[in-house]
């Protein structure tokens, strides 16, 4: 399985940036598909999930500010982040794997992780 994150970049408070996941191969992992993040010098910690039955998780930082939304035809997972923070500033991370998605947060180990893409907010 394979993660392409795309759509990262700059922006100033209070604008919006869109990121993608494009996930190709065996796809049998994907029942939860989300969006992590990680800061410097900060633990990794889940931004926004999905999961197989269409049920959404998001963080309580970003509830009403980020949307996640999969595009089942193009093996896709957007997350749509409007009005970023300073402290939305991270590298994010696109998964797939089983637990994550119901609103845990849970790491089995046996996820499946893209290779990230910055998020800058000022």
């Known amino acids: 399985v394979q993660l392409v994150e795309s759509g990262g970049g700059s922006v100033q408070v209070g604008g919006s940036l869109k990121l993608s996941c494009t996930i190709s191969g065996d796809t049998y992992s994907t029942y939860c598909m989300g969006w992590f993040r990680q800061a410097p010098g900060k633990a990794r910690e889940g931004v926004a999930a999905i999961g197989g039955d269409a049920v959404t998780s998001y963080a309580d930082s970003v509830k009403g500010r980020f949307t996640i939304s999969p595009d089942n035809a193009k093996n896709t997972v957007y997350l749509q982040m409007n009005s970023l923070k300073p402290e939305d500033t991270a590298m994010y991370y696109c998964?797939?794997?089983?637990?994550?998605?119901?609103?845990?947060?849970?790491?089995?180990?046996?996820?499946?992780w893209g290779q990230g893409t910055q998020v800058t907010v000022s």
């Open positions: 998964a797939t794997g089983w637990a994550f998605c119901d609103g845990s947060w849970k790491l089995l180990g046996l996820e499946y």
